[in-house]
């Protein structure tokens, strides 16, 4: 069974920083691109970013760019987003999300919190 569990929301002041991680487990994880997808109180879906199986290719949406920071650890099924710089609009519900070639964002976590707010 695919598994996704995100964790290291929290309230964070403005200007502050956070890492999320997501663990996976139920698939072989350097096979797919991960992505980042957040959601706002009342928003809809917006993607953050995304990298390749092997790390080498990363792309942002244009509002986090040199503010947000993807990674992955293949030996230890991880995803991380380094987050910098936070502004009260990066308030959301942030998702982990498994990319299949063919299937496009064929799996989600449940979400971790962030809070940007003094």
């Known amino acids: 069974e695919v598994q996704l569990v995100e964790s290291g929301g929290g309230l964070v002041q403005p200007g502050g920083s956070l890492r999320l991680s997501c663990a996976a487990s139920?698939?072989?994880?350097?096979?797919?691109?991960m992505s980042w997808v957040r959601q706002a109180p009342g928003k809809g879906l917006e993607w953050v970013s995304v990298?390749?199986?092997?790390?080498?290719?990363?792309h942002y949406a244009e509002s986090m760019k040199g503010r947000f920071t993807i990674s992955r650890d293949n030996a230890k099924n991880t995803l991380h987003l380094q987050m910098n710089s936070l502004k009260s609009e990066d308030t959301a519900l942030y998702y982990c999300?498994?990319?299949?070639?063919?299937?496009?964002?064929?799996?989600w976590g449940k979400g971790t919190l962030v809070t940007v707010s003094s």
């Open positions: 999300v498994r990319e299949d070639q063919y299937y496009g964002m064929d799996y």
């Open positions: 139920g698939f072989t994880f350097d096979d797919y691109s």
């Open positions: 990298i390749t199986w092997n790390g080498e290719s990363r």
